[in-house]
């Protein structure tokens, strides 16, 4: 079967592998995931996964309460660290060889973010885990998502959250919101529609990474997604005019 993407990188917030809970790790939620995932591996696609700590910490809310941004930012870089350990866990029970790099040392429990090693990995269609974010207080997962894929070479970014695209008002709340199809960076940008921060839409614009945007609570839609299927928001790619 012929695919799309040869190698992607796909955003998952710590939200997202809460379900319904108030807080943590739903596993029924990471089985999901890893399945889907595993899909696709296992049709000749390298995947990279960079996810979010949210579910356990956010760095801002701990700064907004009173605490040290940096400190706060390390928690929550922490906090990936427990996720992707989930997550490669996962994938590791259904037969798909996984590594979890980390960009702060933790040298027992996964390796230090190495990138030659990290595009070896792939190569070997071995999944690769981007954990602790980029190892520095003040940004974001979704930068280092837009970081590590220009750093790997990935074709596009895939960020699931939990709406099924980029709208122009919030669809929860306004139920007129119109949903986009397709997005240049500069629009995103100008009209603050925050889909990522600045930081990281600047890093997919000048390295020319388009990013899709799609609802992961919608079974296969990851699967979809990175087959190639049309779902979900496009940032970039062909409309992207310098």
Do not use: W
């Not at 760095?59 to 490669?88: F, P």
């Not at 996984?98 to 990138?115: G, H």
């Not at 122009?168 to 986009?180: G, T, V």
Request: with cysteine; hydrophobic share 45%; glycine share 8%.
């Amino acid at each position: 079967m012929s695919t799309v993407y040869r190698r992607v990188l796909l955003k998952l917030s710590g939200e997202a592998l809460m379900g319904d809970l108030a807080y943590g790790i739903d596993p029924s939620v990471v089985h999901g995931i890893a399945e889907e995932v595993a899909h696709v591996v296992g049709q000749g696609i390298e995947v990279a996964i960079v996810v979010g700590g949210g579910n356990i910490f956010r760095g801002v809310k701990g700064a907004s309460a009173g605490m040290d941004r940096a400190t706060a930012d390390y928690i929550g870089m922490i906090a990936t660290v427990m996720n992707s350990l989930t997550l490669q866990d996962a994938l590791e029970q259904m037969q798909i060889p996984t590594r979890v790099q980390t960009a702060i040392a933790m040298q027992e429990i996964a390796e230090p973010y190495i990138r030659r090693r990290a595009m070896r990995h792939l190569e070997k269609k071995r999944v690769v885990i981007f954990a602790a974010g980029s190892g520095n207080p003040f940004f974001t997962t979704d930068t280092t998502a837009a970081l590590r894929a220009a750093e790997i070479d990935a074709e596009v970014i895939f960020k699931a959250t939990k709406v099924d695209g980029i709208y122009d008002s919030d669809p929860h709340q306004n139920p007129q919101a119109r949903r986009y199809e397709t997005l240049t960076y500069s629009e995103v940008l100008t009209q603050d529609l925050r889909v990522m921060d600045g930081t990281a839409i600047a890093l997919c614009k000048e390295n020319n990474i388009p990013i899709i945007v799609f609802d992961l609570s919608v079974k296969n839609n990851i699967r979809r997604a990175l087959m190639g299927e049309k779902i979900g928001t496009i940032v970039g790619g062909l409309r992207e005019t310098v």
